[in-house]
């Protein structure tokens, strides 16, 4: 996505480029015609290629769709990007008329200048606009990219131990510290397994209480649970030092299950700390366990379907049978193909 320029860089760029052309013409009245079509003409293109560098929202992934729209707001991204096609649209038609008008004008400088305010009053009007999108192009640029390939979404309560875990098996490498310290975003790691790629998801920790008040980075994890999860492991803290009770630990288990239609793992992370009965456990800190809740999340993947080949290269070549060939009734020997030759243009003699 390249990046969105102010209206003064804009003005600036496009003032150069008719100057440009402005210099190479001798006829001073037609050589002003020609900067104000330019003008209109330059400052149309360069809105129209910004818009052109925006993904087409609509058709995205439910997943970015709802992280863009969390993040940034759709109908305000949507109302930005109108606003520079409005801009765009009508520069081009006023650098037209105007240029009309300085070809028909006593004095075409006038018209150059009244050309030169109104064009650059009109992209002034979206400035704002132009600033919004850049921070929303410097933000989609970083976004993670997710693939299509079976996925496993960490989710839990702040300091959990997600990070650890998905440090210790995938090729993420998010930031874990021994002090309380929650992702603010989503990332992405994977394992090679054999051929085939396992894709983990961490995402940032969620606290049990109504949607409506819930933060950015909260309904980040939710999006991620909901749209590209095959499998989830939630992660539970027996010890409570992540700073949370069990209970409402649980709570959000509960909620999380009731949200999904994919298998939910549950596991008791910090054994080192504390045993938890009834769930599979394991430690971040020294490993134990890691390896067996990674056995348990594989009994969940879809077995892998080789395709079958077009052509095997290493086959004998099958040739198709020739047709039988028809016999002469009266020789009782195979009738010989006639080959027919194709026939000569014929040519008009001139008797004349």
Same mark, same amino acid.
């Given at each position: 996505m390249?990046?969105?320029?102010? $209206?003064? +860089?804009?003005?600036d760029r496009s003032f150069r480029r008719a100057a440009k052309k402005m210099a190479e013409k001798n006829n001073k009245e037609r050589a002003?015609?020609?900067?104000?079509? $330019?003008?209109?003409?330059a400052?149309?293109?360069?809105?129209?290629?910004?818009i052109r560098g925006f993904p087409e929202f609509d058709k995205l992934p439910p997943f970015y769709y709802e992280l863009a729209d969390i993040l940034f707001g759709m109908d305000r991204l949507k109302q930005s990007l109108g606003a520079v096609g409005w801009a765009a %649209?009508?520069?081009?038609?006023? !650098?037209?008329?105007? $240029?009309?008008?300085?070809? %028909?004008?006593?004095?075409?400088?006038?018209?150059?200048?009244?050309?030169?305010?109104?064009?650059?009053?009109?992209?002034?009007?979206?400035?704002?606009?132009l600033i919004f999108l850049n921070e929303v192009r410097n933000v989609l640029r970083k976004l993670p990219h997710i693939e299509d390939t079976f996925t496993i979404v960490i989710a839990g309560y702040p300091n959990v131990g997600k990070s650890s875990?998905?440090?210790r098996i995938s090729s993420a490498e998010p930031e874990v510290a021994s002090y309380p310290f929650t992702t603010k975003g989503i990332i992405v790691g994977?394992?090679?397994?054999g051929r085939e790629k396992i894709q983990f998801v961490d995402t940032p920790g969620i606290l049990d209480r109504p949607a409506e008040e819930r933060n950015q980075i909260e309904r980040q994890a939710l999006s991620a649970m909901m749209n590209v999860a095959n499998v989830i492991l939630f992660i539970i803290d027996p010890?409570?030092?992540?700073g949370y009770p069990m209970e409402v630990q649980l709570r959000l288990l509960d909620e999380v299950k009731g949200m999904v239609q994919v298998p939910v793992i549950v596991v008791a992370n910090k054994s080192d700390l504390t045993i938890a009965d009834g769930y599979l456990t394991m430690s971040t800190k020294s490993g134990d366990g890691v390896d067996e809740v990674l056995a348990d999340i594989l009994t969940h993947k879809p077995e892998h379907v080789e395709r079958e080949r077009a052509v095997d290269i290493r086959s004998p070549i099958?040739?198709?049978? +020739?047709? +039988?060939? +028809?016999?002469?009734?009266?020789? !009782?020997?195979?009738?010989?193909?006639r080959i027919r030759r194709p026939r000569k243009p014929r040519t008009v003699q001139d008797n004349t």
């Open positions: 390249p990046t969105v320029p102010t $209206a003064d +860089e804009i003005l002003n015609t020609d900067f104000v079509k $330019a003008v209109g003409a400052v149309h293109d360069r809105l129209v290629y910004i %649209k009508h520069t081009k038609m006023v !650098g037209n008329q105007l $240029a009309l008008q300085s070809r %028909k004008a006593e004095d075409s400088q006038v018209v150059r200048k009244r050309a030169v305010a109104r064009l650059a009053s009109m992209v002034h009007q979206i400035d704002k606009d875990f998905i440090r994977h394992r090679i397994m010890s409570e030092h992540c099958v040739h198709a049978p +020739e047709p +039988e060939a +028809e016999i002469d009734l009266m020789t !009782g020997q195979p009738k010989r193909k």
